[in-house]
């Protein structure tokens, strides 16, 4: 039987572990133990982990514990758990990136995040699931597994991807935390999908060194969590320059604690243009504009933007990242025999039909989009739109033909950063999300105003009923 103690500890949120963890309150094995309890009774329906590491978890919290008693803490995160999407490398332990192909690939460096984490003392509970090659945002996956999305038990729903492992475990209170990936949404739709606070950083600001790549120039790693607070304290882990990742030369670690909590009084928020209306759920437009106001209430001034593109149309992130896909993976989706995801081989093909004219054609538009949107937004701190259209659709109604990534590639495209965080729920209980973007490499401005919401709202503190 399991006490309430192993309960409680699962359901607490990270800043509230790694506090009590220091101050001896409890201890890192009691919460390690709590969370692979959870794994133990759910991940067999709900799939979010490729390999959970128990025993090595175990050991790690019995040293983490005797380390903080004896007065050796290495960090204020020293012994609280994180789960890693299977993109990242961890020395000698199997990377498969989401493809069957690789079941046995196991890999002879660390990542830099990872690295860093574990400097700090964290302890990976294990590898969560993802969407082969992290091509794709529902959240599917053939061959490996499709994670269930924990708020619905009766009918599975997209947990969206590619980082649906991540988001399954830590919105079923099977990881306080976890690590995903974002080339065109693949962090935000899992945490618009299932609940979750889910941080996109601007390219270069946290390391790509050690993770399997899907677009070198789009790919950006990010945590997800359960509010504001925990992927702030994360994201100050993770950010920096690795001599490893040439992108992120000169781009310094960002602590963004000092501004969370000055609210949002004065900040002029962007409303997203009417005609981007088209195509939304009811119910998710109702949460959106119940966020307006509530941000209004808090002091913000609620502005209209014209923006020089239609989300819908600005489809220029499939070109660079199919091409530079098919770099990576072209020679492995061509081989039949493969056993690939047929869904994602076609997707990767379909990067052989990009020419060199295409692909640098497309790359010099980036940069003028770039320049007129940063024109648009000007005197703006950020702009709002939903993460996604609906809320969490039942699989066999996905059409892979069509991606939910309509309000979030743009970001990638045009180097911004995007916080994606709960802001209500459906009448069938599912969450709605909503989405903040800012100028690249301005994470602490998105974190602050989301944490002025969350402080203002009870969405995020909402849990699946597993």
Known sequence: MRSPLVTDLAERPAHALARAIAAREISPVEVVEAHLDRIARLDPQLRAFVEVYGDDARLAAEGADRMIRAGHAVGPLHGVPVALKDLIDLDGRI?????????????TGTATIARRMLAQGM??????????????????????????????????????????????????????????????????????????????????????????????????????ARSVEDVALLYTVLSGPDPRDPNTRGIDPEDPMPVLRRGVRGLRLA???????????????????????????????????????????????????????????????????????????????????VTAQDYLRTRRMQQEMKALFAQAMEGIDALLTPTTETAAIPLDAVDQAVMP???TRFGNLLELCALALPNGFTPAGLPLSLQIVCRGYDEATALRIGQAYQGATEWHLRAPAF
Not at 95 to 107: D, I, K, L, V
Not at 198 to 207: C, E, F, M, Q, Y
Not at 300 to 316: G, M, N, Y
Request: charged content about 20%; proline content about 6%; aromatic content about 8%.
């Open 123 to 224: 302890i990976v509970l294990g590898k969560t699931h993802t969407v082969e090659f992290a091509f794709g945002g529902w959240g599917t996956n053939q061959h490996m597994g499709t994670p269930w999305n924990p708020w619905d038990r009766e009918t599975p729903r997209t947990p969206g991807g590619s980082s649906s492992g991540s988001g399954v475990a830590v919105a079923a209170r099977m990881a306080p935390w976890a690590i995903g990936t974002d080339t065109g949404g693949s962090v935000r739709l899992p945490a618009s999908f299932c609940g979750l606070t889910g941080l996109k950083v601007t390219v270069g600001r946290i390391s790509t060194a050690g993770i399997v790549p899907l677009s070198t120039t789009l790919d950006t790693p990010g945590p997800m």
């Open 405 to 407: 990534s309509r309000f």
């Open 95 to 107: 990377t498969t990136g989401g493809s069957a192909h690789f079941r046995a690939r196991r890999a």
């Open 271 to 353: 409303r997203m243009p009417a005609a981007e209306r088209a195509g939304v759920s009811p119910e998710m437009l109702d949460a959106y504009d119940a966020s307006l106001e509530a941000l209004a209430h808090l002091g913000a001034e609620i502005v209209d933007v014209a923006l020089p593109f239609r989300f819908a149309d600005l489809l220029a992130t499939s070109a660079i990242v199919m091409a530079e896909c098919y770099f990576f993976n072209g020679a492995l989706s061509e081989d039949r025999a493969s056993l690939l995801d047929e869904d994602v081989r076609l997707r990767t093909l379909a990067g052989a039909g």
